[in-house]
């Protein structure tokens, strides 16, 4: 995938951002829904079973954004689709920016859990749920290299230490990639222009005892600023 790397720049956290503005006022997205399903190169359908059947009319109007805590997206996405596992999203971005749909964008999946944000709880009715192919959060070793909870290791160029925005002190988190942020901005984007979505929010603030995903090695406030709070000038 092509890579426009002057609609790149560092945060403070010295995580890739978009110049979002860039993005935003280019029209040509390679991604479209139809029928509740998402087409573009890299994208691929896998279905999730778990559903509690079609949103309410309105919804969803929010999109939760995620981290696998996995390997890989193969093996997440075979998680994520399994009914014995009792989860489910609409979609996973893998490293390279391929995207898989598992869940029409109609239908509830089971990715929020029990959650509470800005009055309203369980925010599976509400939501649309984004997972990227993540470690997640990383131990640090005496050999400088970086853990994951399942046993693989990461050098320090994958690595953010960052306070997450629940904690005190900094920690560890595994980079997201650029292809990767890019394309769940495409995502992010034309699931806005599809549907009525004036939300987005990390899991970790819907369930900030529960949860540490999208954890700060995400640029959150940056896609809610250049997705939601410029949308009048920017889309
Ligand atoms: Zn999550």
Known sequence: M???SKMLQWNKKGIFVLTFQERS????????IERYHLHGVGVRFQRAINTSGEF????????VIHFTAGSNLASSVDVLTSPENKVSAHFAVGRN?????MMPTNLIAWHAGRS???????????????????????????????????GKSYSANEVVTAVHRNQQTPTHWHKYTDEQL???FDLCKVLIEHHAITT???HDEIAPKRKVDPGPAFPLDEFRAA?????TTNL
């Not at 309410?56 to 999109?63: F, M, V």
């Not at 997705?227 to 949308?231: D, E, F, H, I, S």
């Open 97 to 101: 920016g391929d995207i898989v749909q």
């Open 182 to 184: 890019l394309r769940t």
């Open 227 to 231: 997705l939601l709070g410029g949308a």
């Open 200 to 202: 987005i929010v990390g």
């Open 2 to 4: 092509l890579i426009e």
């Open 56 to 63: 309410e009319p309105g919804l969803p109007d929010t999109l």
């Open 25 to 32: 006022s280019k029209s040509k997205l390679d991604l479209r």
């Open 116 to 150: 509470n944000y800005m009055g309203r709880s369980g925010y599976n009715r509400y939501s649309i749920g984004i997972e990227l192919d993540n470690a997640g959060q990383l131990e640090k070793r005496d050999d400088g290299l970086f853990k994951s909870w399942f």
